[in-house]
């Protein structure tokens, strides 16, 4: 009979996860390589201490480490704040990692004096727990975030940015999404306790798991009953089903930016629609079609994939099966992301003032351009994972006054983070507005359009 594996050596895991923590910080796209769950767990636990390692780095070195070294003491702090073995065991094996890490840090360095760096470091903060107690209470390391993001958020709110910044700051917990018409909520969340698993109603279809369990291991998950997805998120089925309800048929929907899918499948699962979802990124969407052979036996609508870039009036010609208008426009638009911070932390770190102008100019033009691919009478609707105003508020109230022909319809409007699933509350941070293009007829002369509708319609120019 053949012996398990052995684990690898928690220096091999410290190394893994900072590098990982690294790939993640610079910008790169995903991970170095499929992490293991101990490893994963070092990655949630290390990236929430970037901070923490600059401020602290800053106090007790002369010189800013390499990113990896710098991902490294990351981890190492948080699993010694955290409790995460003996102090003297968590050094020990960081200076391993150190060693095992040495060449990623620059050829002319040699291993040992990476290692000693390290070392040195960490029994520095050990030896003076006052000054390590400060560190914790900088703007930077206590929300993780360059000093512009925090003073962004806080011009936006004013003495309600701490709230914000403390709910953005701490980890978010699992929540899904479930197919009504497959799971009943209080049925799930018994199943969840069979399985020795909590569960949080956090909204008409949203539960949150404690703990944390793979993907696979959710009751419903393989079949595509449920999906992980924020509660936040989950708001875009009530606003096209309102729509839906109004048309008096199926729709047919845009999904403008679709990628990674969340909310295509969520409408998918929730009514009868002919959707097109189309994104710009032919990795991403070809990433969203392999979930969909997941949820797709739990669908009511047909998706139809497309790469393509909704910006480019040239890449609309020659698609014989994309409709030139629809009933439903989703945009669920490019942004800073910093709404939901909590589950990735590296997003702060990875935009800049420069990065806020650029995705707001984005989504205005997203809006003017496809406002003109929206039937009379139809519904676009804006999303944003983002609590800066920049990318909510102000979008929507500049898109009203250039464009005389919408009007503003009931949306969630402003979503603001909060963390108390077991009372109900738990979500990211998001931003919805809602627009109806109106006839010359009046507000609702559209509907009628709508109903006379069909695949042959004529082009809209």
């Given at each position: ?5 052995a684990s ?11 590098q ?13 390589a499929?992490?293991?769950p ?21 106090r007790?070195?002369k ?5 990896t070294?710098?991902?490294?003491l ?24 150190a ?37 914790h ?15 962004r ?9 701490v ?5 953005l ?13 497959h799971l ?5 969340i ?19 798991i ?27 089925i ?5 729509l ?7 729709l ?33 969407l070809?990433?969203?079609q ?8 739990a669908a009511q609508?047909?998706?139809t994939?497309?790469q ?20 439903l ?10 709404g ?17 102008k650029a ?6 033009r ?5 406002w ?22 102000a ?20 979503i603001?983070?909060?963390?108390d ?5 738990d ?5 919805y507005?809602?627009?109806e ?25």
């Amino acid at each position: 009979m053949a012996r398990p594996a052995a684990s690898p050596p928690l220096s091999a895991n410290f190394a893994a996860a900072a590098q990982a923590i690294a790939h993640r910080m610079l910008g790169g796209q995903g991970s170095v390589a499929p992490p293991s769950p101990s490893v994963t767990d070092l990655v949630y636990r290390g990236s929430r201490y970037w901070g923490l390692a600059q401020v602290r780095c800053g106090r007790l070195a002369k010189q800013t480490p390499d990113p990896t070294i710098l991902a490294l003491l990351a981890v190492t702090w948080a699993a010694l704040d955290q409790s995460f073995r003996e102090p003297h065991v968590v050094v020990d094996e960081a200076v391993a990692a150190a060693k095992r890490l040495a060449p990623a840090a620059g050829r002319s360095t040699a291993a040992q004096k990476i290692s000693g760096f390290v070392n040195a470091l960490l029994r520095a903060s050990l030896s003076d727990p006052a000054a390590s107690a400060k560190d914790h209470q900088t703007p930077t390391a206590r929300w993780n975030a360059p000093a512009w993001w925090i003073d962004r958020i806080a011009a936006d709110y004013g003495e309600g940015s701490v709230v914000i910044l403390d709910a953005l700051a701490t980890r978010a917990p699992l929540t899904v999404r479930l197919c009504e018409h497959h799971l009943s909520l209080q049925g799930f969340i018994e199943r969840l306790r069979e399985r020795g698993l909590g569960g949080y109603q956090v909204g008409r279809r949203a539960v949150v798991i404690e703990p944390a369990v793979p993907v696979k291991k959710i009751p419903g998950f393989s079949e595509g009953w449920v999906s992980v997805q924020d509660s936040a998120a989950q708001h875009v089925i009530d606003l096209a089903q309102d729509l839906y309800q109004r048309i008096g048929r199926p729709l047919k929907i845009l999904d403008a930016c679709a990628a990674p899918g969340g909310k295509t499948f969520a409408l998918a699962q929730s009514l009868q629609a002919k959707i097109w979802a189309i994104d710009v990124s032919a990795s991403r969407l070809k990433r969203m079609q392999a979930d969909w052979a997941r949820v797709a036996p739990a669908a009511q609508s047909a998706v139809t994939f497309l790469q393509m870039d909704v910006l480019d009036d040239y890449a609309w010609e020659g698609r014989p099966t994309l409709p030139d208008a629809f009933d439903l426009i989703l945009i669920d638009a490019p942004c800073t992301g910093s709404g939901i911070t909590r589950r990735r932390p590296e997003i702060a770190w990875r935009r800049d003032p420069s990065s806020l102008k650029a995705v707001v100019d984005i989504q205005r033009r997203l809006l003017d351009t496809l406002w003109r691919r929206l039937l009379p009478g139809g519904e676009l609707i804006f999303v944003t994972c983002s609590v800066f105003l920049a990318e909510g508020e102000a979008q929507e109230s500049a898109f009203l006054g250039r464009t005389p022909d919408a009007r503003r319809r009931p949306s969630p409007g402003r979503i603001l983070p909060a963390t108390d699933a077991e009372c109900g509350n738990d979500q990211d941070g998001f931003f919805y507005a809602r627009f109806e293009k109106q006839k010359h007829g009046g507000p609702d002369a559209g509907v009628a359009y709508h109903r006379n509708a069909d695949a042959g319609l004529g082009r809209a120019r």
